[in-house]
């Protein structure tokens, strides 16, 4: 007869009950260096927005000899780089706002609204997913210059205030949540769009989350469509922006660097801020 061995426990911050300890799995060995493999480039353009020209030159390439912060001071001064940075946020958080109100309402009257033709209507705003951007390129620019936006931020805000994936995953969190709850309120005398509001949206924080950040990431760093729809530098982004720091002949690397990590803070401070929520939404299935 064997005795097992007691597992270590651990007490909780607020006492009582003991927890098992955690121990780190053997797959931590092979997620560790893979995420330094994620995070080399990162840390490589911040090395290089704090370097010297000709240390960009070396080869083989090395660390910096210092830190040279006056690069990012001179990212702002040669150009309006705050500008960049105000015009870029207001087309995306725009954009987040419309995709988190018009692919709500369109992913509850696919997923509640029995209408002729929804599911087929249904697949064919999938179907859009696999049309590469470039094939509706033209034709977007067309209705744009329709809608005489060419040049403004409209042009930027008015394509992305919806997207088919948008519609989707709205969709999806819809048809996880019981009908018994919309039922209750409907009794109460609520119609489909208090109960939207006052009884599903307060269950919808990781799903929203979830699509705000990726609507975000998606237009703050898009560069082929303002690269069409723009040609005033006051109406560029910061990804447009950051390309007049390249010359035909020469480019000033730690400057351009520098550039792109500012460019890029404001979308690790949305990440990090909503990340509890992101990883809730892909785990779970949107109803707690």
């Known amino acids: ?4 061995l007691p597992r270590q426990a651990t007490r909780t911050r607020h006492g009582g009950r003991l927890r098992p300890r955690r121990r780190p799995s053997p797959l931590h060995l092979l997620l560790v260096p893979l995420s330094l493999v994620m ?9 290089l ?26 990212a702002w001064q040669q150009g309006p780089f705050g500008h960049w940075l105000l015009n870029s946020t207001i087309v995306s958080v725009t954009c987040v706002l419309g995709n988190l109100v018009f692919c709500a309402l369109a992913g509850y009257a696919f997923a509640r609204i029995p209408f002729f033709g929804s599911r087929v209507l249904f697949v064919l705003v999938l179907a859009t997913l696999m049309v590469p951007f470039q094939i509706v390129m033209l034709p977007t620019l067309i ?19 919806a997207t ?8 999806q969190f819809f048809t996880t949540v019981p009908r018994e709850l919309e039922e209750a309120a409907r009794i109460d005398g609520a119609g489909r769009l208090r109960t939207l509001v006052r009884v ?5 924080g990781p799903t929203l989350a979830t699509l705000a950040v990726l609507t975000f990431l998606n237009v703050w760093n898009d560069f082929l469509w303002p690269l069409i729809a723009i040609q005033s530098p006051g109406n560029m982004t910061i990804q447009m922006g950051l390309q007049n720091f390249q010359g035909a002949h020469l480019t000033n690397w730690p400057v351009l660097m520098a550039g792109t990590v500012t460019s890029q803070i404001p979308v690790l401070v949305l990440f990090v801020i909503a990340q509890r929520f992101f990883v809730r939404s892909i785990a779970s299935s949107g109803f707690k």
């Open 1 to 4: 007869m064997t005795l097992a």
């Open 39 to 47: 995070l080399a480039p990162l840390i490589w353009m911040v090395l």
């Open 49 to 74: 927005s704090i370097s010297t020209q000709e240390e960009t030159r070396r080869f083989p390439p090395g660390l910096p000899g210092g830190v040279h912060w006056q690069n990012y001071v001179h």
């Open 143 to 161: 209705v744009v210059r329709d809608l005489h936006l060419t040049d403004t931020l409209g042009a930027l805000i008015a394509p992305n205030l």
């Open 164 to 171: 088919p994936f948008g519609v989707f995953l709205m969709r």
């Open 200 to 204: 599903l949206l307060p269950l919808m």
